[in-house]
């Protein structure tokens, strides 16, 4: 086993929890302080351990405005006066608002300190009792204790009841403790930088340093004064890009850089009024927080109207008023049918061609998520595919598809007309699953094509990033690459499990989104001009440059996402994303006549609505939700890896069983272990060709004699209601979302913990015979594995080129339409004319679920490993096979037929490029 080159074990994986624990701690001991008689003889040690909790505390405060440091010195204070009940109280509130976070949103007072004591009804009846959302805006400054009071209390003073927000101030006086806090501190909403801090934190320590690699690795060498407020800029921006960044200056306007104004939303100068900057902060939260489609159709539910068009079911009607059907109404309430309409006026827009709240929500989310474009798509992420590939790619050309993406993509190719180059994903045999594809396959492949004189006619790169099982891209270094071979190729990146990676650093780094402004950014540069020119003269020859042309290479970059699978949105709610440099030249006119072909006149306007309501939440608390699921999934792992009778018979996999030791530079074997704790994840993150989410959690299930899908059934929803997506033959598939809680986390441990006692008493009450059984079955999970095949090969008939990659799929789909083109053959059949050396060749798309991706394709030859795969299925559900009556092939004499068509059509494409 592969040891980490750079681990750094904690015992908590997130910081906000270990955090969150200290209090509980505190209050615990405080509690047990109180009850103890004050002679009692162990009154100093709880005394000490109170003492010694509330210093680590006090160190880790400064990062956060509640509770801040003011309220761990009074505790302090209050422990000296040996007032423990007043000691014990004050923590058990504040522990409790921690736990339940309701400070963030609930119960704003504001009143003149006579009022104080005013009960709840009084300052209802005076408008003095407001529920605000609550942010935090951290100001970077290197003040003393008293400027800093005295700041705070200016800002403070300028708060309004009528301000739609509230918020606190955290002040931190270095550039370290900066990025500390934003690390820290999901409620940091805004930053205010006024003047260079100092470099380097007195605040760390072997609690802290754990969880803040990317900042301690930073180096400062040589960093003049002048460069310290754009790099921290740059810096902020990089790890919470949602943030308004403000800076605050006395540096003259014909001083500042273009690069540095660029930066920050806005400047100030000190001269200016406080006043300014304080509403420039609540502006800024007011234009995330803005819904346009949302707003104008709350507006338009409320307006009274007459409905003289199509949907009797518009404002509820035809529901409310039956007598037979009233209960529908009753279950989804009112409102959803009030905002039920045809009409694209009155305040609302048209998703086919939008001017209004549509055109500004798709705007917002388009900046939300780096794209220079957002198309809102309201039938999933399966027409998202559809329209990318109508739009870019036309009859003739060559894409390269990982071979087990979704259905859709295939199907799209088949519309498109385009020739598919499969990728074969590294096989995963142990557990029935596939990969990812490796990127020096994917240049095989390319070069390849480029020797055959085929090069001009390849178009796009098709990804799966991540996979269903969590198999993430190391994005960057494979565009690049590519580049390199095809300065101008179109990647399209599938992140329909991945809509959520944008909103944390660390996943960010491998969005199709972010590397596409990086790279474009990074080509620009005279530096990288330099570096190229450098690396073509280290090239032996006929060596493949690993670096584009900056004079020839096109960043051309389209992501689609499924909204509805890991954010906020309605079911079918999905996204594209462009980052195109040349689509208003080369792609807007294609791409609208494909969005058009694709989206319905009638788009749901909930779904809508549901978009534009997602993309606020993760502008403001996407951060925060997103690291709260991965950790969800880190306790989730640990509580079963920690429990020896749940790992008797489960076993959760980690990087180490699903990605080559080739492909894991960093030597990360697992996220956690019982005897070293957690492993962090950050440099695999950086430098690893693939990374394994760790929001996705196989199972492995092979040591309780059941299959995957039987497992599904039997166990987890029969027994215990819960829902999970995919299996396969040994594993099934658990995920964490913004959505998932402590709650259902524990709920599912709980599940999994009942089912392995229940394995054991069955299992301890087996006699010998019905052991033997058992035995069996484990063995045929756990060993007996079927081979998972590759991509074969296209039948002659259908090889865009005879010889070269690329297939003809579209005319293979459509030959076999004609009934009197195909036949059946039963696996057996087919097993004997593989035996006699036949070929079948395949009529139709052959999709087993599990796996979920075709393992034939129309056109491509059956071959011995796919015929082994289908016979050892042990799957119900496959999709353009029918057990009664075989597999669908062409027929020999269609074959041969189309052979000579294909041959007289490269003839003819010869004597062209001949003349």
């Not at 790279?519 to 440059?545: A, C, D, M, W």
Request: aromatic fraction near 12%.
């Amino acid at each position: 086993m592969t040891e980490t080159k750079t681990i750094y074990k904690t015992p908590y994986y997130n910081f906000g929890q270990r955090r969150l624990d200290y209090w509980i701690e505190l209050r615990n001991e405080c509690s047990s302080l109180n009850s103890l008689p004050r002679d009692s003889k162990i009154v100093e040690s709880h005394i000490k351990k109170i003492e010694e909790i509330l210093l680590i505390l006090k160190s880790i405060a400064c990062y956060y405005a509640f509770p801040g440091k003011s309220t761990i010195e009074k505790l302090l204070h209050v422990l000296k006066l040996k007032d423990y009940p007043a000691l014990y109280k004050v923590v058990a509130e504040t522990t409790g608002i921690l736990v339940s976070e309701v400070y963030k949103g609930n119960k704003i007072f504001f009143s003149d300190e006579d009022e104080d004591e005013a009960t709840e009804d009084e300052l209802k009846e005076n408008n003095q009792f407001i529920t605000k959302d609550y942010f935090e805006v951290m100001i970077i400054d290197d003040l003393s204790g008293s400027e800093e009071n005295t700041l705070v209390e200016r800002l403070h003073n300028l708060r309004d009841p009528n301000d739609p927000f509230v918020y606190e101030i955290t002040v931190q006086s270095t550039f370290q403790d900066a990025l500390i806090a934003l690390l820290f501190n999901p409620n940091i909403q805004a930053v205010v930088i006024r003047y260079a801090p100092p470099l380097h934190s007195a605040n760390l320590s072997d609690i802290i340093n754990p969880y803040i690699q990317n900042i301690l690795k930073i180096n400062f060498e040589g960093v003049k004064n002048e460069e310290i407020i754009p790099m921290l800029g740059k810096l902020a921006k990089q790890f919470r890009p949602q943030l308004d960044i403000y800076y605050v200056t006395d540096t003259s306007l014909t001083n500042l850089k273009d690069s540095t104004i660029k930066l920050f939303k806005r400047i100030y100068y000190r001269k200016e009024d406080l006043q300014e900057l304080h509403l420039g902060i609540v502006r800024g939260i007011g234009e995330r927080f803005n819904t346009p489609f949302f707003s104008a159709l709350k507006e338009y539910s409320q307006k009274p109207t007459g409905v003289f068009h199509a949907m009797p079911i518009s404002r509820g009607n035809s529901v409310f008023k039956s007598r037979w059907i009233k209960d529908f109404g009753d279950f989804y309430g009112r409102n959803m049918f009030l905002a039920e309409t045809s009409s694209t006026t009155g305040g609302l827009d048209s998703l086919l061609q939008p001017t209004g709240p549509l055109k500004k929500a798709q705007t917002l989310a388009a900046l939300a998520y780096g794209a220079k474009r957002t198309f809102f798509v309201t039938n999933g992420t399966s027409t998202a595919n559809k329209i990318v590939l109508q739009a870019l790619v036309k009859p003739g050309d060559l894409v390269l598809i990982d071979r087990d993406c979704h259905k859709s993509h295939h199907y799209g190719l088949v519309l498109s007309g385009a020739y598919p180059v499969y990728l074969d994903s590294y096989p995963i045999e142990k557990y029935s699953m596939y990969g990812a594809v490796p990127l020096e396959h994917i240049k095989e492949k390319l070069l390849l094509l480029k020797n055959a004189g085929r090069l001009d006619k390849v178009k796009m790169l098709l990804l799966t990033n991540c996979t269903f099982d969590g198999i993430v891209y190391h994005v960057e270094r494979v565009m690049e690459e590519i580049l390199a071979i095809k300065p101008d190729i179109i990647f399209l990146w599938d992140e329909a499990w991945f809509a959520f990676a944008g909103f944390t650093y660390t996943y960010r780094q491998r969005t199709g989104m972010y590397v596409a402004n990086k790279l474009f950014k990074k080509y620009k540069t005279q530096e990288y001009r330099e570096t190229y020119t450098k690396h073509i003269q280290s090239l032996k020859k006929g060596e493949t440059p690993k670096m584009p042309d900056p004079d020839l290479v096109k960043i051309r970059v389209y992501s689609t996402q499924s909204t509805h699978k890991t954010l906020s949105s309605f079911r079918q709610g999905s996204m594209i994303h462009i980052w195109d440099e040349d689509f208003r030249k080369k792609s807007e006119n294609t791409f609208l006549e494909a969005y058009m072909t694709h989206t319905s006149t009638s788009p749901n306007y909930q779904m809508l609505a549901s978009l534009d309501v997602g993309r606020r939440q993760v502008q403001l608390e996407g951060y925060e939700m997103v690291e709260k699921s991965i950790e969800m999934a880190m306790v989730l792992r640990a509580k079963i890896v920690d429990n020896p009778l749940m790992r008797k018979y489960f076993e959760v996999l980690s990087g180490y069983e699903l990605i080559p030791d080739t492909c894991r530079e960093s030597g990360l074997v697992d996220f956690y272990s019982p005897k070293a704790g957690w492993s962090r994840m950050e440099e695999a993150w950086e430098m690893d060709e693939f990374v394994l989410d760790p929001t996705k959690i196989t199972l492995f299930v092979g040591k309780t004699g059941v299959d995957g899908d039987t497992f599904k059934n039997k166990f987890l929803m029969d027994q215990f209601n819960i829902q999970i997506n995919k299996t396969s033959r040994n594993t099934v598939l658990f995920m964490t979302n913004i959505g998932t809680t402590r709650g259902s986390v524990a709920y599912l441990s709980n599940a999994l913990l009942n089912i392995a006692e229940q394995l054991e008493d069955e299992v301890n009450s087996l006699n010998t015979r019905e052991l033997q059984i058992f035995n069996k079955k484990v063995h045929s999970l756990t060993t007996e594995v079927p081979p998972l095949p590759d991509f074969s090969r296209f039948h002659a008939s259908f090889q865009a080129v005879p010889g070269v990659p690329g297939g003809n799929l579209r005319n293979a789909y459509f030959l076999a339409y004609e009934e009197e083109n195909c036949e059946y053959f039963s696996l057996d059949e087919c097993q004997r004319a593989l035996n006699e050396g036949v070929q079948l060749v395949a009529s139709s798309f052959v999709i087993p679920y599990p796996p979920g991706f075709p393992v034939l394709v129309p056109g491509q030859v059956l071959s011995q490993e796919i015929l082994s795969f289908m016979i050892a299925l042990d799957v119900k559900e496959i999709h353009g096979y029918r057990a009664d009556l075989g597999l669908r092939v062409f027929k020999d004499t269609l074959l041969n037929r189309q052979k000579t068509v294909t041959a007289l059509g490269a003839f003819d494409r010869s004597l062209s490029k001949q003349k």
